[in-house]
């Protein structure tokens, strides 16, 4: 059953992932500026904000197998959207539709994952997540560039809207159906919607929940400000044009590396916050060292130093949940969780991209805006009143 999980939250990713390399494109053929192409790209990510937290909301009412269920059906018809666009602004409302609906589909496949853990195998359950969100990453850019080249734009849609469909036909089939129904968080679900700010209250307060929320910002800040930034430097570097994914493939080779070999037991030994620091640190080293290297074997140097980081830091804030965070609260947890993930591949990608259109200037710009994150998260972090860490029982209550 954890299997099929974690091929699940692959699927997932793999909706997202596929897309990258033709998504700009596919604007531009249709006559796009600028500034709808940038639109296009980072609308997707805005939806899906709301699509996160609305799947948070309904994971805790309903549980996250029948709202997995339903936003994957729904994101297979929307995936279809696709084959109708012949305009830019026709295009920009799909990829509203598709971020809305597709954002329902994460925070279900790792409350799932999280709640076929024990409390002590918390970390190591988030690292295997992990392993398969990067190696959704990995293949999920190389078949939309091969089901392109030979069927065209209308094949990725296509492949994709029949995966998610199968999915959901399986997840309905295969997922057990049995739900915690206890008298106190049915009396909570009760009073959810007119206790809406009471019901968040619990995580905007929860130091460790903000910690998480901060550094999965922190980790798609980066990641948006590096899909930004390394295709024009390899370019500017006249290297051959296949370098900026084989450089990006290097380090989700590396963070699956992380995720999987058997030193994914120190997410279980080590506390996150200490994992999630020193994975900061090396991220925000090679940023800035990106932008200084002009060499190929060096961007391979240390992009694959840069997985090493993604990999500690991307279990670490999800370790911090569910560890921290009660289990009636998680699926709102989870919501916000990717939430701040779109929001940070936002502001990695267009804020960053609107102060300068220079490569190696984003890349410093962004290491020095992640130090002070990581400086204010620090800080944060050891003067806000801790609470006992939930003991399994607690947890389950």
């Keep these: 059953m954890r299997a099929l999980i974690y091929l699940i939250i692959l699927v997932s990713f793999l909706d997202t992932f596929v897309q990258l390399p033709i998504i700009g494109p596919y604007a531009k053929s249709l006559g796009a500026g600028s500034l709808a192409i940038g639109l296009t790209i980072g609308m997707y990510s805005l939806s899906n904000i709301a699509g996160n937290v609305v799947a948070g909301q309904w994971i805790d009412r309903i549980g996250a197998r029948v709202v997995l269920i339903i936003g994957m059906a729904i994101t297979a018809a929307v995936l279809l959207l696709y084959l109708t666009v012949n305009t830019p602004e026709h295009l920009i409302a799909v990829r509203f539709l598709h971020g809305l609906t597709g954002g329902l589909l994460t925070p279900c496949a790792f409350t799932l994952a999280s709640s076929r853990a024990s409390m002590n195998r918390q970390g190591r359950a988030m690292a295997l997540s992990g392993a398969s969100v990067g190696l959704a990453a990995i293949i999920g850019p190389a078949l939309g560039g091969i089901l392109k080249a030979k069927w065209g734009v209308d094949a990725v849609f296509i492949v994709t809207s029949a995966l998610l469909a199968v999915f959901s036909i399986i997840a309905w089939t295969m997922l057990p159906k049995k739900q915690a129904a206890q008298t106190e968080r049915t009396r909570v679900e009760r009073q959810y919607w007119s206790e809406t700010i009471k019901a968040w209250k619990p995580l905007l307060g929860n130091r460790h929940a903000v910690t998480a929320y901060a550094g999965a910002f922190a980790l798609l800040f980066a990641m948006g400000v590096l899909t930004f930034a390394l295709p024009l430097k390899t370019d500017e570097l006249q290297l051959p044009a296949q370098s900026a994914g084989m450089l990006l493939s290097t ?147």
């Design 251 to 397: 380090f989700g080779l590396v963070a699956i590396l992380v995720f999987v070999l058997p030193s994914n037991r120190m997410f279980d030994r080590l506390p996150p916050f200490r994992l999630l620091m020193i994975g900061l640190v090396i991220v925000i080293a090679s940023l800035l060292s990106l932008s200084i290297v002009s060499s190929l074997g060096g961007l391979y140097f240390i992009m694959a130093v840069y997985g090493i980081g993604y990999g500690l830091i991307f279990p670490s804030t999800s370790a911090l949940l569910v560890k921290h965070v009660r289990q009636e609260d998680r699926g709102k947890a989870f919501g916000l969780f990717y939430a701040f993930f779109s929001l940070g591949v936002v502001a990695g990608s267009s804020a960053v991209g609107a102060l300068t259109a220079d490569p190696d200037t984003a890349l410093a710009i962004a290491s020095g805006t992640l130090t002070v994150l990581s400086g204010l998260l620090f800080i944060l972090y050891k003067i806000i009143p801790s609470k006992a860490k939930l003991s399994e029982r607690e947890a389950k209550l």
